[in-house]
Nanobody
Framework: QVQLVESGGGLVQPGGSLRLSCAASGSIFSNYAMGWSRQAPGKQRELVAVIYSGGTTVYADSVKGRFAISRDNSKKTVYLQMDSLKSEDTAVYYC???????????????WGQGTQVTVSS
């Protein structure tokens, strides 16, 4: 079993910043990747950022240049720093994890509970 615990969501003004955190425990994989996805009403779930076990990062075009994913391997924790937030970023944000190959295939198997991020004036 893998458990993911998220924190850091909330309400922020357009142009503002927010930092999400997600801690993993009970991982099956010794070398694991972690990522963040989001889902807004009427939209498909979107994988916005991935950090592979070796440290390589990948971003969706919608967030590239504004969001940054990082990890603390000793804590098995992943962070998502979100800057220059737009109303379009409003969504439930989900932490996820799996092997590197899971992400290459676009199907991370383990997911957190989701945290609401609302960008509004």
């Amino acid at each position: 079993q893998v458990q993911l615990v998220e924190s850091g969501g909330g309400l922020v003004q357009p142009g503002g910043s927010l930092r999400l955190s997600c801690a993993a425990s009970g991982s099956i994989f010794s070398n694991y990747a972690m990522g963040w996805s989001r889902q807004a009403p009427g939209k498909q779930r979107e994988l916005v950022a991935v950090i592979y076990s070796g440290g390589t990062t990948v971003y969706a075009d919608s967030v590239k240049g504004r969001f940054a994913i990082s990890r603390d391997n000793s804590k098995k924790t992943v962070y998502l720093q979100m800057d220059s937030l737009k109303s379009e970023d409003t969504a439930v944000y989900y932490c996820n994890t799996g092997s590197n190959v899971d992400y290459v295939r676009g199907a991370p198997p383990h997911w957190g509970q989701g945290t609401q991020v609302t960008v509004s004036s």
